[in-house]
């Protein structure tokens, strides 16, 4: 089992930046990837970014040059370094972490809001 926690959401405005941050605990040396993903009201839950134990990182093409993913393997941690922040990033925002065996497990989620 793994649990994630996250935190760093928040309002913040149109151009802004936020960072988000996830703590895993649990079974984290069975952990291969981790990323973020998000839902807004009335849409599916999509990926943001993911990373791997090897630092490959892969971005939906909506956030890429705006947000940067970063991970520590020995701390069991991924944060979101969200930049020139727009209207359409508001969202929850859930940490995800996948095992080796290919189990996903998911956090809480944080909101995101990007308004003035």
């Known amino acids: 089992q793994v649990q994630l926690v996250e935190s760093g959401g928040g309002l913040v405005q149109p151009g802004g930046s936020l960072r988000l941050s996830c703590a895993a605990s649990?079974?984290?040396?069975?952990?291969?990837?981790m990323g973020w993903y998000r839902q807004a009201p009335g849409n599916q839950r999509e990926l943001v970014a993911t990373?791997?134990?090897?630092?490959?990182?892969n971005y939906a093409d909506s956030v890429k040059g705006r947000f940067t993913i970063s991970r520590d393997n020995a701390k069991a941690t991924v944060d979101l370094q969200m930049s020139s922040l727009k209207p359409e990033d508001t969202a929850v925002y859930y940490c995800?972490?996948?095992?080796?065996?290919?189990?996903?497990?998911w956090g809480q989620g944080t909101q995101v809001t990007v308004s003035s």
């Open positions: 649990g079974s984290i040396f069975s952990i291969n990837a």
């Open positions: 995800n972490a996948v095992t080796r065996r290919g189990l996903y497990y």
């Open positions: 990373v791997t134990s090897g630092s490959r990182t």
